[in-house]
T-cell receptor, first 115, second 112 residues
Framework: EAQVTQNPRYLITVTGKKLTVTCSQNMNHEYMSWYRQDPGLGLRQIYYSMNVEVTDKGDVPEGYKVSRKEKRNFPLILESPSPNQTSLYFC??????????????FGSGTQLSVL | QKEVEQNSGPLSVPEGAIASLNCTYSDRGSQSFFWYRQYSGKSPELIMSIYSNGDKEDGRFTAQLNKASQYVSLLIRDSQPSDSATYLCAVNDSGGYQKVTFGTGTKLQVIP
């Protein structure tokens, strides 16, 4: 089954404790992206990657890191989480956004709480 | 900052009525427009895409695009309680950037 898999689904942590949210897709997609979703602010892009070893900042990259060492994986790293990073996070992938009709496939989301 | 604007709602319609959801965008060069549906606690899923001015119909859904007015809309005919969700408008950025900008979404409630 074609899918984007995110783990964990829920995560509670404390300020300053490094964490990683994993994202993997099995569709051989070139494009992958991370979003956070907050009430009243909608989906905001954190980082995206157009291919292996190619990443770029989105609208809200502060406090986050990503890597794309393999085409299928795109982990989101919070080196020192803070309470303002409490949010619902989504990983998404697409074959390529340069094609006008390419849609995003979303993972099931990770609800992160930073205490 | 390129923007996509939606009324947050909630938009309440009776079962069987037509629901009309609207979206405006700021990037005049955008070429691709999408409507995603998001049920509470779930991830967004694509329901419609549109690239040319005019209407595009898919079952009970019709997307409408007016590039001159920078306006996209989604009509849902014969609304059902299962249509109750948040609808996100999304726009691909122009200029070759690999970026999709989302609106904040409109919450639709279909009353049985």
């Amino acid at each position: 089954e074609a899918q984007v898999t995110q783990n964990p689904r829920y995560l509670i942590t404390v300020t300053g404790k490094k964490l990683t949210v994993t994202c993997s897709q099995n569709m051989n997609h070139e494009y992958m992206s991370w979003y956070r979703q907050d009430p009243g602010l909608g989906l905001r892009q954190i980082y995206y990657s157009m291919n292996v070893e190619v990443t770029d900042k989105g609208d809200v990259p502060e406090g986050y890191k990503v890597s794309r060492k393999e085409k299928r994986n795109f982990p989101l790293i919070l080196e020192s989480p803070s309470p303002n990073q409490t949010s619902l996070y989504f990983c998404a992938s697409s074959l390529s956004l340069t094609a006008t009709n390419e849609k995003l496939f979303f993972g099931s989301g990770t609800q992160l709480s930073v205490l | 900052q390129k923007e996509v604007e939606q009324n947050s709602g909630p938009l309440s319609v009776p079962e069987g009525a037509i629901a009309s959801l609207n979206c405006t965008y700021s990037d005049r060069g955008s070429q691709s427009f999408f409507w995603y549906r998001q049920y509470s606690g779930k991830s967004p899923e694509l329901i419609m895409s549109i690239y040319s001015n005019g209407d595009k119909e898919d079952g009970r859904f019709t997307a409408q695009l007016n590039k001159a007015s920078q306006y996209v809309s989604l009509l849902i005919r014969d609304s059902q309680p299962s249509d109750s969700a948040t609808y996100l408008c999304a726009v691909n950025d122009s200029g070759g950037y690999q970026k999709v900008t989302f609106g904040t979404g409109t919450k639709l409630q279909v009353i049985p």
